[in-house]
């Protein structure tokens, strides 16, 4: 028996405030022929109240994965990324930064605050929907997450 996410539906929490990435982010997504669900959020704060399940997000379900830009209104992404590994209940959800930003200090800075991978945005369309794909598909294709919680 298998334990990867590929066999059920899958929760990926996009948090991005670029509506042209959400869109290619959602096409590169359909091109894996995975069974995904992508939530979206477009900053920092509504991030953290997504994950937490407060306000509008009580019912939320706990994503498999977490796409993260760096560059967000009212909480930025490594302030999100500290406060989600600081948290006992979320930090063994893997966390992608996915951002335009390709500075050796954003770099660094990700891994330590530890984001499990960093991925520059690609500027070619074909290039950019390839990255999603293949990021999609590592995670549940070829990694191994833990199951879901029941809570």
């Known amino acids: 028996m298998t334990r990867h996410a590929a066999q059920r539906e899958l929760e990926i929490l996009l948090v991005e405030d670029n509506p042209g990435d959400v869109d290619l982010i959602r096409e590169g997504l359909q091109a894996t022929g995975l069974n995904v669900l992508l939530r979206v959020v477009r900053d920092g704060e509504d991030a953290l109240a997504y994950l937490r399940r407060e306000r509008l997000y009580a019912s939320a379900p706990r994503p498999d994965l977490i796409l993260l830009d760096l560059n967000l209104p009212r909480k ?40 499990n991978c ?34």
Do not use: C
């Open 76 to 115: 930025d992404g490594r302030e999100v990324m500290t406060e989600i590994k600081a948290d006992p209940n979320l930090r063994a959800i893997p966390v992608v930064v996915l951002t335009n930003s390709q500075a050796e200090r954003d770099i660094l800075d990700s891994y330590n605050l530890h984001a």
């Open 118 to 151: 960093y991925i520059m945005k690609p500027f070619a369309l074909d290039e950019f929907l390839r990255a999603i794909r293949l990021t999609a598909e590592f995670w549940f294709r070829v990694a191994l997450l833990p199951a879901p919680s029941r809570d």
